[in-house]
Each structure stands twice: as structure tokens, then as C-alpha cells.
């Protein structure tokens, strides 16, 4: 730890000690479907809701009340307070599941698999330009006569990733594949084959963040459930080896992967505990460097915590999960502020029925959830709530590569770093800096850091 000389003590517990607006406000439950099918929110690899340009929220679904399963979107255009009619984006007759979904600005993607071509299935994959109001035709994204399932998308500029899970090889064995656009979902490259060792591959979860793409998975290849991780430092054109990312003898299963410039998290259900807990492993140095697990969950007697989804926004993380601690599934959630090591959680919802497969994302101050319930029918409708200052002192900046203006902190030529405050603002590279606690998120890793005016 770097200290300055002379820093005020005072100042540093007052910007420490105010914690748990993120929990505070929560609004109600809200009922977003209303109709006789089944509605379902994808599993929390693929992402059931995201954050659009501005004010925009994007939520996709499947639903079978014209007798076959089909993919549903919905679209809010202020923060969550109002949605439009959910309209449908699939059109086969033999049916369409699991979508997922991504954004970057106005550009949305969607993908899902589709039983037009046969009961395997293959991916299709729709994209709007002008922020889901107008959807490109469908195109058929897998070519062969084995089963393609569990597409993930990730988006940043024009660049878009999608992958999914085939058993082309033989019925035993599941690959990765792996497509991508470089203009925004209009064109897209040849597939090519991600994982070879001859284990099922589950779960597969894509990121992206200046270029950089994370993707990890659930594996069997040791005999065990494992994580493994892989990256592509050149928007998809090469990949590295696969990590693994887990190390106990227990199953470990339905990873999920979130990525926020050069912080990474990757969280999943670990059996060591016989009914599962959530763990999770960050790297501070877009996957270069793996930091030790945390434990993320500490539920009893449950008979089950599984399928985490992510959401990262400067220091902040956000996670949701399904949890049966409470003698049915409930949605729970969990904060941490400072990169993943420290986490809080909080149980959402509280009835009765089974509340099922929680998407998450932030836009601006507010944390959005959305998920699959069961308190009405048999059926299950889409559920919703948000909370508005869960996400409060977020702002987006640049990363720093010069010197630190009036604080007497100075990085290397050629090193980038991004500096936080204790509320989890990432600071800009010309903002004068107080007295206080600060983060420094370096090329290396994590510091911690008091820093006083010069």
C-alpha cells in the first residue's frame, strides 16, 4: 500500500461508512405478461434483460399461447416505469426457445434456438438498428444436423459475438461454436469451433469490453463439473487456451460471466456445500490474472442456490440467483462494492410459488430485474421490479493513461489505470482529487490507496 504523507483520517471513515442505499429502495414486484401460455425468461448465461441508449430497457422471453413455443420482446423506454406490448420475433411453426439478448447503443441483438429445421434445432439470430423498434428478417446461424442449443450474444459497437453448443461430434460430446459481425449483425463470419477435449460443454456465457471477449462454460473433461475460461484479445479473431477456472472436486456448474473495461467476474453454483453455494472469481487485468474464489452466498438447510446473473458497473457488481433456502425458489440478490471480494445479499420476492431464472442489468442509478414466476397460475408470467439508487455514484470514463492531476499518485509511462472513490464512481483524469480512500485499478491488479492534495 502507497501512503501519502499527512492524510485525514476523518475524512477517510466518513466516505466508508455509508453503505446500503443499494438495498433501500426496491420497488414492488410488477406483473409484465398477461396472457394463457407459458412465459419464460432463458437460462442466466444468455441474459433475459439489458440497458439500452438513454432511458431504453430491452427484455426477451419464450412463450407458447399460439400452441408453440416462440421468441417474445419487450421494450421499455423510461427506465422500467412503462413497457410496450410485448411483440413476437420468431415466426417458425415447429417452435423457438431459449433466446438471448444484447445491445450496444442503439444496435440490439437477438438469438435463440429454433425447431423449423427439425426437433435439434438450430440458432437464429434478429437485429434492430434503431433501438427495437424496427427488426432485420431472421437468419439461420448453425448448418448441420446435430443439436444446437444455449446461444449467448455479447455486443460493443458494431462488433457482435455469439456462441452456442453443438453435439455434432457425437451425441456424448458437446463443442462451443463461435460466429461474429463486424458491422453491426448484417454480415457474419464462418463458424468456427471454440473447445475441442471430448467432455460436455454447459452453459456457455459471453462478455465483451474494449475489444477484449470473455467466454466461460461449465465442462465435465475432469470427471467433475469445473468453470473453464477462455479470451480473445482481437474482438474474436483469435482465442487463448482454455483455463480452468475451478479447482474443488465438487460440481460446479451454470457459470455466467460480466465485464466492465479491465474488471471481470465470473460467478457459478459450487455442490461443496451439498445443497450449492454462489462463488465467484475476478480478474482485474481482463482475465490475464485470476484472483482467489469468494464465496458469494451463505444460505442453509436450502435445497438449492443455482444460476447467478451479473451485472458490473465500476466498483459495483450485482448478482441474482434463484434460492430454495426459504422452502421454495425466491429471487435473492447480492451487492458488492469494492471488485467482488465482500458481498451482501437480500432476498427479492416472497410467495409462495416458484420464482425462476433472474436476469439483471444497471442503467444509469437503477438496477433492473426480471424473471419467470409462478404465483399466478401454473403457468408462469414475467416478473419485474427495480431499484432506483441501487446503482447510485456510477459514472463513466475514460481510462487514465497520463498523470493524475494535483494528487500525488503517478503511473508509469504507458500503464493505464481507472481510480474509484469508496461509492464505486470512477473518477475522471482531470478531476482534482480530495483527501481520502481511493481504488486504483492498474494494468497489474487492484491497489488501495490514500492520497492527499499536493
Known amino acids: 500500500m502507497h501512503r501519502a504523507q499527512n492524510y485525514n483520517c476523518a475524512l477517510i471513515l466518513f466516505l ?6 443499494t438495498f433501500a429502495e426496491w420497488e414492488p414486484d410488477r406483473r409484465l405478461t398477461e396472457n394463457p401460455g407459458v412465459s419464460l425468461t432463458p437460462r442466466n448465461s444468455q441474459r433475459c434483460i439489458i440497458s439500452g441508449v438513454e432511458s431504453t430497457l430491452h427484455l426477451c422471453f419464450w412463450d407458447d399461447r399460439s400452441g408453440v413455443n416462440q421468441i417474445y420482446y419487450l421494450r421499455s423506454t423510461d427506465r422500467g416505469e412503462t413497457w410496450e406490448r410485448e411483440i413476437p420475433l420468431s415466426t417458425g411453426p415447429a417452435g423457438a426457445l431459449l433466446p438471448s439478448i444484447a445491445s450496444a447503443g442503439s ?28 427488426w432485420s428478417e431472421e437468419i439461420r446461424m448453425s448448418f448441420d444436423t446435430a443439436k444446437s442449443e444455449l446461444p449467448c450474444l455479447a455486443a460493443e459497437g458494431e462488433n457482435v459475438h455469439l456462441v452456442w453448443r453443438d453435439n455434432r461430434q457425437n451425441r456424448f460430446i458437446w463443442q462451443i461454436f463461435y460466429r461474429r459481425s463486424t458491422d453491426g449483425g448484417v454480415n457474419w463470419s464462418v463458424e468456427q469451433q471454440l473447445t475441442y ?3 460436455i460443454k454447459w452453459n456457455p456465457s459471453l462478455a465483451v469490453s474494449n475489444g477484449v471477449v470473455h467466454l466461460v462454460w461449465g465442462d465435465n473433461r475432469d470427471g467433475d ?3 473453464y475460461y477462455k479470451r480473445s484479445l482481437d474482438n474474436g479473431v483469435t482465442w487463448s487456451p482454455d483455463i480452468r477456472l475451478t479447482e474443488t472436486v465438487f460440481a460446479q456448474q451454470w457459470p455466467c460471466v460480466a465485464v466492465d473495461d479491465s474488471l471481470v467476474i465470473v460467478a457459478w453454483s459450487d455442490n461443496e456445500d451439498v445443497d450449492g453455494e454462489l462463488w465467484c472469481r475476478t480478474s482485474y487485468n481482463r482475465g490475464e490474472v485470476w484472483n482467489e474464489q469468494v464465496r458469494i452466498t451463505d444460505g442453509s438447510a436450502q435445497p438449492g ?17 434463484p434460492d430454495g433456502r426459504d422452502g421454495n425458489f425466491e429471487i435473492y440478490y447480492a451487492c458488492s462494492e469494492d471488485f467482488g471480494q465482500n458481498w ?9 410459488a416458484v420464482s425462476n431464472y433472474p436476469g439483471i442489468t444497471v442503467n444509469g ?3 433492473h430485474v426480471a424473471w419467470s414466476d409462478f404465483r399466478d397460475s401454473q403457468n408462469g408470467e414475467i416478473y419485474y421490479k ?4 441501487g446503482n447510485t455514484g456510477i459514472r463513466e470514463s475514460a481510462a487514465v493513461n497520463l498523470r493524475i492531476k494535483g494528487v500525488g499518485f503517478t503511473l508509469r509511462p504507458g500503464k493505464k489505470a481507472v481510480i474509484y472513490d469508496v461509492s464505486g464512481r470512477r473518477l475522471l483524469v482531470d478531476q482534482r482529487l480530495g483527501a481520502g480512500l481511493y481504488f486504483v485499478l492498474t494494468d497489474s491488479g487492484r491497489q488501495k490507496y490514500f492520497i492527499t492534495r499536493r
Open 365 to 367: 442509478t437503477m438496477v
Open 386 to 389: 427495480r431499484n432506483p439508487t
Open 225 to 227: 463439473w469445473n468453470v
Open 107 to 134: 444496435l440490439i441483438h437477438l438469438a435463440w434456438v429454433d425447431k423449423r429445421e427439425g426437433d435439434n434445432g438450430e440458432i437464429y439470430y434478429r437485429g434492430s438498428n434503431d433501438n427495437g423498434r424496427i
Open 197 to 199: 477435449a471430448t467432455s
Open 16 to 21: 466508508v461508512a455509508g453503505f446500503n442505499l
Open 344 to 352: 451482501t445479499e437480500f432476498r427479492l420476492t416472497s410467495d409462495s
Open 305 to 321: 442456490i443455482w444460476a447467478p446473473s451479473l451485472a458490473v458497473s465500476g466498483s459495483r457488481i450485482h448478482a441474482v440467483w
